[in-house]
């Protein structure tokens, strides 16, 4: 694993258990929906976790006036049905500005160590929601220099009158960006996916959950001759995971080959991940390695959805990086001076290809992605939904 240097907290014993008692104790009134076998993600202590604020938290989500010409919700490029993903190849913000990157995965985001797919100091939802709100560079919501008429709109809608003062009660005017984003923030942490057929499997004990062929995908999977759960490993099938018993927090970035321009390791201008943060030469293409949950529901893959299925990943990880022979990305990415020394190549008959996509097919959460808990709630057929004002 290589760890971006800097990046890498260890948290002692007495620190986690108040954390996590700090979390059980704000949360009880969320009832969270998760196993009796999984603990619930960390909820810091600035922002603890209410039914109200949740609730709140869920109408912003969908709610298309939080972009400044009222085009698009979080939910227009996070969408239930794809894992929180989205179906295009890079993201479109609200003025129709393509981004260079994919919009990452809410799946299980409340138990990220870190957030974007490559900016190590993003560490807290409620710090991370300003920037598809305020960004310019690209224009996602588009709301810079327009949080004033954002709130004379949410002020207009009775319901928000109400949602606010009871999600955040003895304030004078709770209709602050703070309030917003710890709404939102607690909406997301709600975001889990863990009715996987693996998890029944795996940890309900049913033997029947899964295919044979999935089973023997798990074995491939986790074993050192393909190595993915290095990068991918633990509950969430991802190594930047915590939760109320975790013990340690890392922060974990990784350059998997996927180009190789010049020779000399370059990605392309404006996408080479974790070095444009922090320019050091050997960050050069690092990109934060996502949870697994809903792969199959979640193509493209990679930071810019370079790579259209789940087979072509599988082509890139075996042949240890990507070859690109022509046109301006053309290099071969297995010989990349600063990849990850992990993505090292792999041999796999057919059978062992159809049992590992099985394997990752198994991943997939149906109840997470048709959950009305998550759903849009100014949709008619939700019960008890009031439609947008």
Known sequence: MIVVRGFVLVAAAWLVAILAGAAMATSEACHWDIPVW???????????????????????????????????????????RLG??????????????????????????????VLTWANPSQRKLE?????????????????????????TRLRADGRYERMFTAAFPGQSDPFTLGNLTKAIASFERTL?????????????????????????????FSGEKLQCFHCHGGVNFSDDSADTRTRIFSVSFHNTGLYNLGRNGAYPAGNSGVFEITRDPNDMGKFKAPSLRNVA????????????????????????GRT?????????????????????????????????IAFLES???????????????????????????
């Not at 393509?98 to 809410?106: E, F, I, N, V, W």
């Not at 996916?193 to 089973?215: Q, V």
């Not at 022509?326 to 290809?353: C, M, Q, W």
């Open 192 to 220: 889990i996916s863990l009715d996987s057929p693996y998890d029944r499997y795996r940890y309900g004990g049913d033997e029947n959950a899964i295919s044979d062929a999935a089973k023997r995908g798990e074995k491939l």
């Open 324 to 356: 690109i022979l022509t046109g301006p990305y053309a290099g071969i990415g297995s010989k990349n001076p600063h990849k990850d020394p992990l993505i090292a190549g792999f041999v796999l008959s057919p059978s062992e290809r159809a049992d590992l």
């Open 38 to 80: 999984a603990a619930p993600p960390i909820v810091p202590d600035e922002n603890p976790m209410s039914s109200a604020k949740v609730a709140l938290g869920h109408y912003l989500f969908y709610d298309k006036r939080l972009s400044q010409n009222q085009t698009y919700a979080c939910a227009t490029c996070h969408q239930q």
């Open 363 to 389: 991943l997939t959460d149906q109840r997470f992605l048709t959950n009305p808990a998550f759903s849009d709630p100014f949709a008619e057929t939700l019960p008890g939904a009031e439609p947008r004002s």
């Open 297 to 320: 529901v979640r193509a493209p893959y990679m930071h810019d959805g370079s790579v259209s299925n789940l087979d072509a990943a599988l082509d890139h990880y075996q042949a240890g």
């Open 84 to 113: 929180f993903s989205d179906p295009n190849v890079t993201a479109i913000g609200s003025t129709g500005e393509r981004h260079p990157r994919r919009a990452s995965t809410l799946t299980n985001v409340g138990y990220a160590t």
């Open 127 to 151: 710090q991370q929601m300003l920037v598809p709100l305020f960004g310019e560079h690209p224009v996602e919501l588009g709301l810079a220099g327009h949080d004033a008429e954002l709130f």
